[in-house]
């Protein structure tokens, strides 16, 4: 079982590695459902975390996931930046007005990151209709979708996400996240089938 666990400063990162998490996935401003860190903090996590993989969030702001072609461009300029630096992976998201997944600027934003590793975060619990933002990441070929499978949170969703694990069909990783503690992380992954976690405690 693989954990990741949601570091919006430099002391959970320290406590996260302390805990033994398998991955760290970086953000600053979680109050506003993270954004993407400053280079000091991204580099600073690094040598905390020392062997633990760390992913960034690619985020210009808080609120809704339709950007305009100037966030576009921020968001291709800080993944640039983690390429620099060095990180393990980004984390990205985009839909339409419409609430479908904005396919073509996710693909840029991905292509953009590879050889990293690219994770698609909780945007797509916003998406209009989930089994196909679903498919629509999975045919731009990211390796992850961080989801709390259309719900508030991920125990709610939880057969939602077995849904969407079967749909998957290890074409790309489904991973639970939002409200997954150790209490309820068993009976999350004992349903849904899920080998990968993310959560602020886990």
């Known amino acids: 079982m693989i954990r990741e666990t949601c570091c919006p400063s430099l002391g959970s990162v320290k406590a996260a590695v302390s805990r033994g998490t398998s991955r760290i996935e970086l953000c600053e401003k979680l109050e506003i459902g993270g954004v993407t860190p400053s280079r000091d903090m991204i580099e600073s ?3 905390i975390a020392g062997k633990t993989p760390v992913n960034v969030l690619i985020r210009p702001r808080g609120g809704d996931f339709v950007y305009s072609e100037a966030e576009a461009a921020q968001m291709l300029e800080s993944i640039s ?3 620099e630096i060095g ?3 980004v984390v990205i998201g985009a839909l339409l007005p419409d609430g479908n997944v904005d396919k073509e600027l996710t693909l840029r934003l991905a292509d953009a990151a ?3 590793h690219v994770t ?3 945007a797509i619990d916003e998406s209009k209709n989930y089994m196909q933002a679903i498919q629509d990441v999975i045919s731009i070929g990211i390796e992850r979708i961080l989801t709390s499978g259309h719900s508030g949170n991920a125990y709610e969703g939880r057969f ?8 998957a069909a290890g074409r790309t990783v489904i991973m639970p996240g939002c409200g997954i503690t150790d209490d309820n992380l068993e009976e999350i992954a004992r349903v849904t089938g899920a080998s990968e976690f993310h959560g602020s405690r886990i």
């Open 160 to 167: 939602m996400l077995r849904e969407a694990v079967e749909l």
């Open 87 to 89: 990180v393990n992976g």
């Open 114 to 116: 590879r050889p990293l």
């Open 120 to 122: 698609f975060h909780r």
């Open 81 to 83: 930046l983690c390429k």
């Open 45 to 47: 996590a690094i040598e």
